[in-house]
């Protein structure tokens, strides 16, 4: 069996010195975690499997991810590292892969552009294109009856609608729908944050994680409300991700990842110790 991996997530957005690490609720009022590089390299001996990192306020400014940063931490960091925000051509993601990391995530300009995860695909490798999608909760179900309705675990009915630009937009899009359509263009995994649950530490979001784990053949990660191992164990148990990834818990030292895995392997969930 496929080990399950844990991976912390670095949000980070640009300041005077080049790139903090920040984490905030639903990706507004971000409180400072520390320099992206330490926090890497601090992963990198705790046993993480991979690294994600987010320049989360790089589509929404328009500029082009912090490279140098990347670069840095590619240096000392020797799991693998996905890097996403302001990715908006194969030219940035040739940029992003060689600076150093192994994987690129998509987000805002695949939904605009679903040709370049197709394209990029092809030329670097599926294993190389994640494609992230950011979903909040749409209770309106009697005017959509094109959308992929899911129960919440309440037993209320709704669709999960894709938002992009960090959250900022929501694009009338059906998450499970578009999930379909990237494996199809050919992205190699999907890493899913529930808006409604980011940065609440209230677990993940069940319902949507369950559904994509089992309607497709790609890995998820799942993402967004991690606030103990437990959530991480019902992640992989009740939503059937793949990879479980969290920040928060992570950066402020509550618990390391460490904790997480010997949490997991205790409930006999496989994991790389």
């Known amino acids: 069996m496929l080990t399950k991996r844990i991976i912390p997530c670095l949000d980070v957005t640009l300041d005077e010195e080049g790139g903090t690490v920040v984490k905030g609720i639903e990706f507004v009022d971000l409180r400072k975690a520390g320099d992206p590089v330490e926090l890497a390299k601090r992963y990198n001996e705790q046993g993480a499997d991979e690294l994600v990192f987010l320049d989360i306020t790089a589509s ?30 194969i030219e940035d993601i040739r940029q992003i892969l060689r600076a150093g990391a192994d994987k690129v995530s998509i987000n805002t300009a695949a939904v605009k552009n679903p040709e370049l995860i197709k394209e990029s695909s092809e030329i670097f490798g599926a294993q190389c294109i994640v494609t992230a999608i950011d979903c909040k909760r749409n209770l309106d179900v009697e005017n959509n009856p094109d959308k992929t309705i899911i129960e919440l675990e309440d037993g209320t009915p709704a669709w999960y609608e894709v938002v992009i630009y960090g959250g900022r937009q929501p694009t009338g899009i059906d998450a499970v729908q578009w999930a379909k359509k990237v494996e199809e263009l050919g992205s190699g995994e999907i890493l899913l944050t529930s808006m409604d649950r980011d940065g609440t530490y209230d677990g993940f979001d069940i319902p949507i994680t369950k559904k994509l784990s089992e309607e497709l053949e790609i890995p998820i990660i799942a993402s967004g409300g991690v606030g103990n191992p437990e959530h991480m164990y019902e992640g992989f148990t009740k939503g059937k991700a793949d990879a479980a990834l969290a920040a928060s818990i992570f950066h402020f030292g509550k618990y390391t990842v460490n904790d997480v895995k010997e949490h997991l392997k205790e409930k006999n969930i496989p994991v790389r110790l």
Do not use: C, Q, Y
């Open 60 to 89: 929404h400014e328009g500029r082009g991810t912090m490279v140098k940063v990347i670069e840095r931490t590619a240096d000392e960091v020797f799991i693998p590292l996905t890097v996403g925000g302001g990715i908006n051509s």
